[in-house]
Every structure is written in C-alpha cells, then in structure tokens.
C-alpha cells in the first residue's frame, strides 16, 4: 500500500556532493518521523540523520556539519544534501518513515529499496 522511491545517487568525486531524494506514496494518512540511514555490506544499518514532522533534525556525528536533512510534507518528501564527500560515506542509503496507512490507526515502519551512494577520485 505504500512505497518510499528514492532517487540521486552516484559516482562523486571526494569532495563533491549529491543530493538524495525519497518519496512516500499510496494509501497514507500521516507521515511522523522520517530519515536516512547506510549500510556498507558486512556491516549493521546505521543511523545518518532523521527528521520530524515539525522539521527537528538530528545527525550521526560522522555526518554531522556537511550533511543536511530536509522534507516537503506537502510531496511526502525527504531529501538528504550530501556536501564535502569522503571516501567512507561510499554505502548504500536508505530512506525510512514512519507511516499511518490509511485506516489502519497505528505507525508502521517503511524502507526504500535503498541507492548507491560512492565516493571515489
């Protein structure tokens, strides 16, 4: 009933920067908090920065100064600024929101399909 479709990324250099964008869609009655998290193969899913309805944000300390977490309620939206690239931001990103389904009356736990992110010169 729902689907989180992300899109922007790529191949950047070091020191470049991407933008990420994923949009929720279908049957949504309300969208509570929203982020993006990585994960590099062999590794556990970690945290990179969320954001609330209300446009609180919070940030991995890794992350923390060069990337930017913003959202369009109206276009059911999360966007990620990725600036001043490293080699270790090379991962794969994934977005998530927290959703009511419409008539459903709780929050379920949504992920996109995830887009590569690599960092390399």
């Known amino acids: 009933q729902v689907q989180l479709v992300e899109s922007g990324g790529g191949l950047v250099q070091p020191g470049g920067s991407l933008r990420l964008s994923c949009a929720a869609s279908g049957s949504i009655l309300s969208i509570n908090t929203m982020g993006w998290y990585r994960q590099a193969p062999g590794n556990q899913r970690e945290l990179v920065a969320t954001?609330?309805?209300?446009?609180?944000?919070n940030y991995a300390d890794s992350v923390k100064g060069r990337f930017t977490i913003s959202r369009d309620n109206d276009k059911r939206t999360v966007y990620l600024q990725l600036n001043s690239l490293k080699p270790e931001d090379t991962d794969v990103y994934y977005c998530n929101a927290d959703i009511i389904v419409l008539y459903s009356g709780v929050y379920r736990s949504f992920w996109g399909q995830g887009t590569q992110v690599t960092v390399s010169s």
């Open positions: 954001i609330t309805s209300g446009h609180i944000s």
